[in-house]
Every structure is written in structure tokens, then in C-alpha cells.
């Protein structure tokens, strides 16, 4: 399995920036679908966006789409998750996550993933 680390999160004001890195550990990472994940205090997670291994295939959940830019960097083991026009309601810990598989059927799914990092706190003051 790959390890992940998350990095980047921290304390913004509505209408703030942050760019979310997430580290892979293992000769995998290039050919394993990536995920991002959220989960806000006392709500599921939820799903936030997603890339396959050559950044061909993006998906994004509805409440980030225009904001938010994933994307991966297979030379650095690095993913990357760009948020922009942050509203309070992005806050929560979030999470990167790694395929078994190349393009994954069901990539807003957890089940898709096998490996997973202990998150970052990303917190958007109104």
C-alpha cells in the first residue's frame, strides 16, 4: 500500500486561498487513482474531488466545482488539491486517499480507496 501524509491546511478568511499537498510514499503512486475526501465535525465524510493516474480523468463534487483544482505531480509523488473563494462550509479535516487502481469505476466512493492519510484540518473563518 502507499503511504500519504497531507500538508498545507490551516486558518483562512472567506474568500481565502489554500493549496493542499498530499506526499506518497512507494513506486505505485503513478499508476494509482487519487482521491480527496472531507469531513466536517459531527457530518460524514464527503467526497470532494478525484484524478486518475494520468490526470486525464478529474471529477469534482458539486459544492466545489469552480473552486477547487486537484492535480498531481507523478515525477514528485505529490497530489495536490488548490482551493480558492474558501466559504466557512469548506471547513473540516481533509483527507487524500490512493487507488488500487489506475482509473477507479467509482471514484467518489470511499470503497475505491485502499490507502489512506490522517488528514489536515482546514478551518474558514467567516
Known amino acids: 500500500q502507499v503511504q500519504l501524509v497531507e500538508s498545507g491546511g490551516g486558518l483562512v478568511q472567506a474568500g481565502g486561498s489554500l493549496r493542499l499537498s498530499c506526499a506518497a510514499s512507494g513506486r505505485t503512486f503513478s499508476s494509482n487513482g487519487m482521491g480527496w475526501f472531507r469531513q466536517a465535525r459531527g457530518k460524514e465524510q464527503e467526497f470532494v474531488a478525484s484524478i486518475n493516474w494520468t490526470g486525464g480523468s478529474i471529477y469534482y463534487a458539486d459544492s466545489v466545482k469552480g473552486r477547487f483544482t486537484i492535480s498531481r505531480d507523478n515525477a514528485k509523488n505529490t497530489m495536490y488539491l488548490q482551493m480558492n473563494s474558501l466559504e466557512p462550509k469548506d471547513t473540516g479535516v481533509y483527507f487524500c486517499?490512493?487507488?488500487?487502481?489506475?482509473?477507479?469505476?467509482?471514484?467518489?466512493?470511499?470503497?475505491?480507496?485502499?490507502?489512506w492519510g490522517q488528514g489536515t484540518q482546514v478551518t474558514v473563518s467567516s
Open positions: 486517499a490512493s487507488s488500487p487502481w489506475p482509473t477507479p469505476e467509482h471514484p467518489g466512493f470511499p470503497y475505491a480507496y485502499n490507502s
